[in-house]
C-alpha cells in the first residue's frame, strides 16, 4: 500500500516510534528531496538504505502510475520534507491516482505545521479553514484575500519570509488593519517565535522580512448581524422554488442565526397580507 508517514518539522525529537520502524523497514520511499531523506534517516540513526524514488511537485503527476505499481506488491513510504505529505506538499496526485486503482493508502501521522500554529495561535480553534500559500503578485494576493474578506473561521496560511511583509501588509488592507493575527517563525526548532497583535502591527515588524518557515493564522471576520427582511425574503425565495415554509425557515434560520419562530411567523404574516 501507500504509506504517507509526517516527519518533524524542526525538532528530530518529534518522530514517532513508529516513523523510525517504518524508515527502518521501508523497502521503497518516495522523497520530495532524496537528500533531506537521507539526513533525516542518518539523524534518526536508522540503517537501513531503501531505494529512494524523487517525488516532488514538479513529477509527481509522471510518477503516480509507477508508484501505484509498486505499491501492488509491497509498501511505499512517502515522505515530504517536513510534515505531513500532501499538505502543501507533494502527494495528493498519488493518493488520488491509488483510490483510483484500488490501492490501499494510510498514514503514519505525526507533527504538523498548521496544527500546531494554530493550537499555539491563542485564536479560536473550533473551526478553521488552510490556504496554503498565498499567491506570488500582489493582485492575485489581494483578489483571493477579498473572497476571504467575510470568512469568520480562524485562517491559516504559508507563507515565504521574503514576501511576510507585503502579505500582511496586504492582510490589513483586505481583511482590517485592527484583525488579530499570528506569525509563528521556526516552530518546533531553537529559535522558535510566536509574535501575536493586529495586522497592522505584525506587517510593520515585518516590513524588512524574516527567517525560517512562516505560519499565519489570522482572526475571522467577525460575525454580521443579520437583517431580518433580507432573511425573509431568503425564506419566500426557497419556498418560491418548491421548498416546504417550515424547511425553508429552519435553513435560512441556521445561515443567519435568526429565530426559525419568527421567520416562519413572518412568512405567514407576508402571506395573509
Given at each position: 500500500m501507500i504509506i504517507l508517514a509526517a516527519t518533524p518539522i524542526g525538532n528530530l525529537g518529534d518522530a514517532s516510534a513508529r516513523l523510525v520502524e517504518l524508515l527502518g523497514s521501508a523497502t521503497v520511499v518516495a522523497a520530495e528531496d532524496t537528500r533531506v531523506t537521507q539526513r533525516l534517516l542518518a539523524g534518526l540513526g536508522v540503517e537501513n538504505r531503501p531505494?529512494?524514488?524523487?517525488?516532488?511537485?514538479?513529477?509527481?503527476?509522471?510518477?503516480?502510475?509507477?508508484?501505484?505499481?509498486?505499491?501492488?506488491?509491497?509498501?511505499v513510504v512517502v515522505l515530504s520534507d517536513a510534515g505531513m505529505p500532501t499538505v502543501s506538499d507533494p502527494g495528493?496526485?498519488?493518493?488520488?491516482?491509488?483510490a483510483a486503482a484500488g490501492v490501499g493508502v494510510t498514514v503514519v501521522p505525526g507533527p504538523s505545521a498548521v496544527l500546531t500554529a494554530l493550537a499555539v495561535s491563542g485564536l479560536p480553534t473550533d473551526r478553521f479553514t488552510f490556504e496554503g500559500f498565498l499567491p506570488r503578485k500582489h493582485g492575485e494576493r489581494t483578489s483571493g484575500l477579498r473572497a476571504l474578506a467575510g470568512e469568520q473561521r480562524t485562517m491559516v496560511f504559508f507563507?515565504?519570509?521574503?514576501?511576510?511583509?507585503?502579505?500582511?501588509t496586504d492582510l490589513a488592507d483586505v481583511f482590517g488593519a485592527d484583525r488579530r493575527a499570528v506569525v509563528c517563525r521556526e516552530l518546533t526548532k531553537l529559535h522558535e517565535e510566536v509574535r501575536?497583535?493586529?495586522?497592522?502591527?505584525?506587517?510593520?515588524?515585518?516590513?524588512?522580512?524574516?527567517?525560517?518557515?512562516?505560519?499565519?493564522?489570522?482572526?475571522?471576520?467577525?460575525?454580521?448581524?443579520?437583517?431580518?427582511?433580507?432573511?425573509?425574503?431568503?425564506?419566500?425565495?426557497?419556498?418560491?422554488?418548491?421548498?416546504?415554509?417550515?424547511?425553508?425557515?429552519?435553513?435560512?434560520?441556521?445561515?443567519?442565526?435568526?429565530?426559525?419562530?419568527?421567520?416562519?411567523?413572518?412568512?405567514?404574516?407576508?402571506?395573509?397580507?
Open positions: 531505494r529512494l524514488i524523487a517525488l516532488h511537485e514538479h513529477n509527481e503527476r509522471d510518477r503516480a502510475a509507477e508508484l501505484v505499481e509498486l505499491a501492488r506488491d509491497q509498501d495528493f496526485p498519488l493518493v488520488e491516482a491509488a507563507e515565504s519570509p521574503n514576501r511576510l511583509g507585503a502579505s500582511l501575536r497583535g493586529t495586522l497592522a502591527e505584525l506587517a510593520e515588524w515585518a516590513a524588512d522580512g524574516a527567517r525560517g518557515e512562516i505560519v499565519v493564522v489570522v482572526a475571522g471576520a467577525p460575525a454580521r448581524e443579520a437583517d431580518p427582511a433580507t432573511a425573509l425574503a431568503q425564506v419566500q425565495a426557497l419556498v418560491a422554488d418548491g421548498a416546504r415554509l417550515k424547511e425553508a425557515a429552519a435553513e435560512v434560520a441556521e445561515a443567519t442565526g435568526l429565530s426559525r419562530r419568527d421567520l416562519y411567523q413572518a412568512a405567514l404574516a407576508a402571506r395573509r397580507a
